[in-house]
């Protein structure tokens, strides 16, 4: 049996542009302990390309951590795959709220040693001592309360899109940065309200306990995270306390959430929020690029990476030896490269494991 996709990437997109059937895109995540992931993973593998499903998903011994695109057609089917796993009991399905299903192109599913790459010694802490689940009502009327400190555990691409007004928003790349900053950054606020949230919940379950170990007092996550939030939001008709765009870390790059735009094309400063990779593949860098400047720089960071991407193999050759990153060690763009510097954290974590977010 075939467990894994042979065709290349660019087929598999154009296939998907072509595709006529309607897809939902969802995601989920649960710890639990699997005593043999890999095999959970082939058996998840043979029961989802069945059905014709793709996605990004991370199996670990603690758990899964799904982003999927179901066909609608098949998702009574896909349910149903997983009821056959009883670690799935229950477990809360979160949809997109702006979904044109075009999400993912193929079924990706991994073995890695963790759900998100935290960097973290899970027996240090009690990781099952997680803070105070609010729903997103409760956590909607708390953020507007300045006594309390709101905390964005994301990346700072992420952030620079959308957050919560008032939220701290550190810059950083990677959830193992953010989480030891935001725990020095607040060294003196440990007995303040803290209200941590996310893409989907996943990274404040590791973030809250993480803090409790270090001594703060009330500790509290938006469960859910800004996917759920939005579409309560959206449904009781209220006012959001979030502004701009929740990144999501599938080909659609983000979902409107308040219809704002709050940042800019990195190139000319017009209002933007729509990310993209460098197009030239040694370069690959993440940043925001208005549809002018994409057809300036041919979806390129710079001039310099058009006239790389144009290059001939062998002058790409003679490029990628001498390559060196414009934001340090940093794979997205960066307003204060300062930071980035002077950091010892970005050193080895790769692109795909930056793609945990949720
Ligand atoms: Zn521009
Ligand atoms: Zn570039």
Redesign the pocket.
């Known amino acids: 049996m075939r467990l894994y996709n042979t065709i290349n990437s660019e087929d598999l997109k154009v296939r998907l542009i072509a595709e006529t059937i309607v897809r939902k895109t969802i995601s989920f995540y649960r710890y639990f302990i699997l005593e043999n992931p890999q095999e959970f993973r082939d058996q998840l593998y043979s029961e989802w390309e069945a059905i014709n499903c793709f996605g990004r998903i991370y199996v670990a011994r603690e758990g899964i951590n799904a982003q999927m695109s179901v066909p609608e057609e098949n998702f009574d089917a896909f349910m149903k795959t997983l009821a056959k796993f009883p670690i799935f009991d229950q477990i809360p399905i979160k949809y997109a709220i702006e979904d044109n299903g075009k999400s993912f192109y193929k079924l990706a599913i991994k073995v890695r040693p963790k759900l998100v790459a935290d960097g973290l010694d899970d027996d240090s802490f009690d990781v099952t001592n997680v803070g105070n689940h609010l729903s997103a009502v409760e956590f909607h009327s708390l953020v507007e309360d300045d006594r309390h400190v709101v905390v964005d555990m994301r990346n700072h691409y992420e952030s620079e899109v959308g957050y919560f007004k008032g939220a701290i928003r550190p810059e950083v790349d990677t959830f193992r940065e953010e989480i030891t900053v935001v725990t020095e950054m607040l060294a003196d606020q440990k007995d303040r309200k803290v209200l941590l949230y996310c893409t989907g919940g996943i990274r404040c379950e590791k973030a809250s306990a993480y803090l409790k170990h270090h001594g703060f007092s009330d500790v509290n996550q938006l469960h859910g995270g800004i996917l759920e939030y939005a579409r309560q939001i959206k449904r009781l008709n209220l006012e959001s306390n979030f502004i701009g765009k929740n990144f999501v870390f599938d080909e659609r790059m983000g979902e409107s959430v308040n219809g704002e735009v709050i940042s800019h094309c990195h190139q000319c400063g017009k209002s933007c929020d729509v990310h993209l990779n ?1 197009a ?1 593949e040694l ?1 690959h ?1 993440l940043f925001i690029q208005c549809p002018e400047c994409a057809v300036k720089f041919e979806k ?3 001039s310099d ?1 058009r006239d790389v991407k144009n290059a001939s193999e062998p002058e790409k050759k003679l490029i990628r030896l001498n390559t060196e990153r414009k934001f340090g060690n940093s794979k997205a763009y960066r307003k204060s490269y300062l930071l980035v510097k002077n950091n010892t954290f970005a050193d080895s974590i790769s692109a795909e494991e930056q793609k945990t977010g949720f």
């Open positions: 460098c030239n370069c860098l390129c960071c710079s990476c």
